[in-house]
């Protein structure tokens, strides 16, 4: 056997090793503790021991940190509050370890290395207390407490029955979750089970594989109507989305038709996961009755707006379901995503993720790039002028109320323990915010810290102001943007020529263009949303309504105005997303169908 042949597994190994749940990320610290032990055991035998203080321990500490990595590296738990927990009093045993252990005299390198060795773990005890805590917050916030736990791999078949109505699966394999590939095997067998049932009314489609509007035309074409299950993360869903206002389904009186949309969370944050109730992540035991609980999933409405005008890469409109945000958390994200571009595979685990955004955005507690935000940064209300106050880093456009994987930014009951002290809000009074009231809230905050703060649920953003009609303009550049967790100029843009003036327009050393863009109301989109409180008479409802229409004993427009009554909107006025008809004739359809 060749040298080459020996080495090639050899090469493997680190991205083998590298964690992708938070049980071998502990297990790839208790694996480097066993081979630190070890090495220091085994030169304790020949000559002094390089911590004196510890010698007769590490043989067994050795051995107990061997265990735990072999236990932890076979483990299948998934993050939870437990465990973090625990992790939390494992990490923090081995610091007090390492601030009584004290470095002979003959390794300076050693005794170099202690105080870092001693911050990193003291950081790590100090980060797994906070992910218990905050996993604990949020669950209850969210009501998803059941989530993430043990994680089944075998392949055992999802016999949920047969569905109320047709369903087309969307499944994102590259999500930022590490199941998105267990669950796809899962959700093929249950399409594989109804086959074997000789029905065809579950479909799973690999969104890396068939674009989704042509899989929506394919299924619409077999099936008058039908609902949609996303498998993904929010940039999963807003495509999905999109493809749907722009693929052209009608019913059967040639009415443009929208199936309702229900998720599986499988990326990093799933705010919009979150807000529906379907939870922050997926686990894999409870798969069959999530896809159950699709039957008596009430209907939602989320808004849609489009963002338009002057974008980064050439762009002139997209179209928004969560958030846009400039500056400060930006510029994290956008580190983010270039270090997740050139070294993918440390990107396997949700906390890590977790771990590399807190790296890529330290750097700015010393720099403050953007404290100058306010002069560079134009913003308008509803025509009305919106001052920055001076100290505010960062600004985010909120749809939902969920921003950076469950964070409550608006925080209209100012619930957090730490709130904001800057009070800047510019509007007459504030509404309480939701999803579906076609309204936008604009927040900011002042630093890195008070970021952090705010995405650990400890304190929430600066009010600034809330509308239906914002304005957000950067004209020299310099200042990142990101429109639903997906950041522009990835790939840093060399500096443009103005052809009109012949000079170069903004763009600062990362390549950041300039923009000018307005967000205005789209209309809806038609979703599915679970809760505890969920029952079969709402789910009956939505089936009722669709095999109404499927009959044609109703009309599309009928339909949809039931549908949008049943998700609360007043006077059931419809309007759909990138639809280009007005929304009365839906309401009027559904007023002379009752009447009659």
Same mark, same amino acid.
Request: one cysteine or more; proline letters at 8%; aromatic letters at 6%.
């Given at each position: 056997m060749s040298a080459a042949a020996v080495l090639r597994p050899l090469r493997k190994l680190p991205q083998r090793?590298?964690?992708?749940?938070?049980?071998k990320f502990w297990g790839l610290h208790a694996l480097l503790w066993a081979a630190a032990c070890a090495t220091?055991?085994?030169? %304790?035998? &020949?000559? *002094?021991?390089?911590?004196?203080?510890?010698?007769?321990? !590490?043989p067994p500490l050795a051995a107990a940190n061997a265990a735990l990595a072999t236990t932890?590296?076979?483990?299948?738990?998934?993050?939870?509050?437990?465990? %973090?927990? &625990?992790? *939390?009093?494992?990490?923090?045993?081995?610091?007090?370890? !390492?601030?009584?252990?004290?470095?002979?005299?003959?390794?300076?390198?050693?005794?170099?290395?202690?105080?870092w060795l001693r911050a990193w773990h003291v950081a790590l005890t100090a980060g797994s207390f906070a992910f218990a805590a905050k996993a604990a917050l949020k669950d209850r916030l969210f009501g998803d407490a059941d989530a993430g736990s043990v994680l089944r791999s075998d392949g055992t078949l999802l016999r949920s029955g047969k569905p109320m109505m047709p369903s087309l699966v969307f499944v994102n394999r590259e999500s930022g979750a590490k199941v998105a590939d267990r669950v796809g095997v899962f959700l093929d067998a249950y399409a594989e089970q109804a086959r074997l049932d000789g029905r065809d009314d579950v479909e799973v489609v690999d969104l890396a594989q068939t674009p989704p509007a042509e899989a929506l035309r394919a299924f619409g074409a077999r099936h008058a109507t039908f609902r949609v299950l996303v498998c993904g993360g929010d940039g999963s869903a807003s495509w999905v989305l999109g493809a749907l206002e722009e693929c052209g389904l009608t019913g059967w009186d040639g009415s443009p038709y929208r199936p309702a949309v229900g998720m599986i969370p499988l990326g990093t944050g799933n705010d919009l996961a979150r807000v529906l109730g379907w939870g922050k992540s997926i686990r894999l035991d409870a798969l069959p009755e999530l896809v159950r609980s699709l039957d008596t999933a009430r209907v939602a409405l989320v808004d849609r707006w489009r963002v338009a005008g002057q974008l980064p890469e050439g762009d002139t409109s997209v179209v928004m379901s969560n958030y846009l945000s400039i500056g400060l958390d930006t510029r994290a994200a956008l580190r983010w995503a270039r270090l997740k571009e050139s070294v993918p595979w440390a990107f396997r685990l949700r906390l890590i993720n977790k771990l590399w955004?807190?790296?890529?955005?330290?750097?700015?507690?010393?720099?403050?790039?953007?404290?100058?935000?306010?002069?560079?940064?134009?913003?308008?209300?509803?025509?009305?002028?919106?001052?920055?106050?001076?100290?505010?880093?960062?600004?985010?456009?909120?749809?939902?109320?969920?921003?950076?994987?469950?964070?409550?930014?608006w925080d209209e009951a100012r619930a957090a323990p730490l709130p904001a002290t800057t009070r800047h809000f510019q509007s007459a009074e504030a509404r309480p915010p939701r999803m579906d009231d076609g309204l936008l809230e604009v927040v900011g905050v002042t630093d890195v810290l008070h970021l952090a703060y705010s995405l650990g649920g400890l304190s929430n953003g600066v009010r600034l102001c809330q509308g239906a009609h914002i304005r957000l303009a950067v004209p020299q550049g310099g200042v990142p943007i990101q429109i639903d967790g997906e950041p522009y100029n990835i790939v840093p843009r060399e500096a443009a020529v103005d052809g009109e003036e012949g000079a170069a327009v903004g763009l600062n050393a990362g390549g950041l263009e300039p923009f000018n863009v307005e967000l205005s109301y789209e209309g809806q989109a038609l979703?599915?949303?679970r809760s505890p409180r969920s029952t079969p008479r709402e789910g009956n409802a939505f089936a009722a309504v669709e095999a109404q229409?499927?009959?044609r004993g109703l009309s599309t427009a009928q339909r949809d105005a039931l549908l949008w009554t049943l998700a609360g909107a007043e006077g059931g006025v419809v309007h759909h997303a990138g639809a280009q008809q007005g929304a009365g004739g839906g309401a009027a359809e559904a007023g002379s169908l009752q009447a009659a």
């Open positions: 090793l590298w964690p992708n749940t938070l049980g220091a055991t085994a030169s %304790a035998l &020949t000559r *002094a021991s390089p911590l004196l203080s510890l010698s007769s321990l !590490l932890l590296y076979r483990s299948r738990e998934d993050a939870n509050v437990p465990l %973090a927990a &625990t992790a *939390a009093l494992y990490f923090g045993g081995h610091a007090v370890m !390492l601030f009584l252990a004290r470095a002979g005299p003959a390794h300076t390198r050693l005794a170099a290395a202690l105080p955004y807190i790296l890529c955005g330290s750097p700015e507690l010393l720099l403050h790039s953007y404290r100058d935000l306010c002069r560079k940064c134009t913003l308008v209300c509803d025509g009305q002028p919106i001052a920055i106050p001076p100290n505010v880093e960062g600004l985010m456009v909120l749809n939902t109320p969920s921003y950076g994987g469950g964070s409550d930014l979703m599915l949303a229409l499927r009959r």
